[in-house]
């Protein structure tokens, strides 16, 4: 039975509150984040129960939280994830389903109790999506007069009750969707879609004068172009701010990574003196979410790579900081027993990541 303490965690998770969350687990540094409450649930899968929950999952998975842990059913946070984005869109899809499977892309492959994957949730919504849109196609050239909307919800109905017949169906029943954010591509897509249809209504007649046929096409041509140049406008200050952000998220990895390992190893790489147990999430990982590729691009960000001897000195001694053997007499006993072989394995990676880039220094 879960204690008080990992209750309070469930019921933040639960709610999507992750500032709450953050400061709980801040003031309970002890407090794990992979443990089983209510129906085998944990405080990842309470996450992924609501659309409100992206910050709150990104923030267990930092904490450490095991993507692959199942509930009663046998479904991992991956499964709740999936099962929201088929029922509330793209937006679930970014904020949920792509965090987990980045932190652990196997997650995609696990089957639950009805024998159902989140791969194949995921690859059911990609049907439902092409149905809708051919159906909606078809409605246009049959001037039925129905709108898009009553035959996307009618197809998704038919399509919805096909998957529960040969997938079975989730426990929990989501309410109607949230209003989403809309993105860039949504914005995109609206405005050249609202332009098709202003042309469509501004089409001429078949007793129409050449002359102002002539001018309405002018007329389009310099609508398009404005709409061309708009978009083109957008996308650059879209990539300009990505670029921006991208840049200051680096630097910002850099700093908590160099401070992390001045708290944790201490001075020259030597162990802090009355340092307590490690958990993953303790490790001063240069991108603790990241890939060993991206932990590498932190490790060298800020590094010129036009001065050879400075970069190759510098990989010297982050070799020898996440060098196996020598983490090993630094931190082994340190480690907590349930995350040594995760940890140790993602330093062997890192390590060799690290000896592969050096070698490539001339």
């Not at 190893?265 to 958990?279: I, M, Q, S, T, V």
């Not at 960000?301 to 007499?329: C, I, K, M, N, S």
Request: proline share 5%; glycine share 10%.
């Amino acid at each position: 039975m879960a204690s008080r303490q990992q209750r309070k965690v469930l019921r933040y998770a639960a709610r999507g509150d992750a500032g709450k969350l953050r400061a709980y687990l801040g003031r309970h540094p002890r407090l794990g984040v992979s443990f089983s409450g209510r129906k085998g649930r944990s405080p990842l899968h309470a996450a992924c129960r609501r659309s409100g929950g992206a910050a709150a999952t990104r923030l267990l998975l930092r904490r450490g939280a095991d993507p692959t842990r199942r509930d009663a059913k046998g479904n991992t946070p991956l499964h709740l994830a999936a099962r929201l984005a088929l029922r509330r869109g793209e937006q679930a899809d970014e904020d949920l389903v792509v965090p987990l499977v980045k932190c652990c892309p196997i997650a995609m492959d696990l089957l639950n109790d009805d024998g159902v994957t989140p791969r194949e949730i995921l690859r059911s919504r990609s049907m439902h999506q092409q149905d809708a849109r051919t159906a909606g196609e078809r409605s246009t050239e049959a001037g039925t007069g129905r709108t898009d909307g009553e035959w996307y919800s009618k197809l998704f109905g038919e399509c919805e009750d096909e998957f529960y017949q040969s997938c079975g169906r989730y426990e929990d029943d989501y309410s109607a969707p949230e209003p989403e954010p809309q993105t860039y591509e949504r914005w995109a897509e609206r405005l050249a879609r609202e332009y098709a249809e202003k042309r469509a209504r501004a089409r001429p007649g078949r007793g129409s004068a050449p002359s102002v046929d002539r001018q309405r096409q002018r007329q389009r041509e310099q609508e398009q172009r404005d709409l061309r140049r708009r978009l083109e406008e957008e996308h650059r200050l879209y990539q300009e701010r990505a670029g921006r952000e991208a840049a200051a998220a680096a630097g910002g990895r850099k700093r908590r990574y160099e401070q992390g390992c001045a708290q944790v190893f201490g001075r020259g790489g030597a162990p802090a003196e009355g340092g307590d147990r490690l958990a993953y999430a303790d490790i001063p990982w240069p991108h603790p979410r990241g890939t060993v590729e991206e932990m590498v691009a932190v490790i060298v960000h800020g590094v010129d790579r036009g001065r050879t001897e400075e970069l190759r000195r510098y990989l010297r001694q982050q070799r020898a900081v996440w060098h196996p053997d020598r983490f090993a007499q630094r931190c082994g006993e340190r480690l907590l027993e349930a995350d040594r072989r995760r940890i140790l394995d993602t330093v062997t990676a890192l390590s060799q990541a690290l000896n592969k880039l050096s070698e490539t220094v001339h």
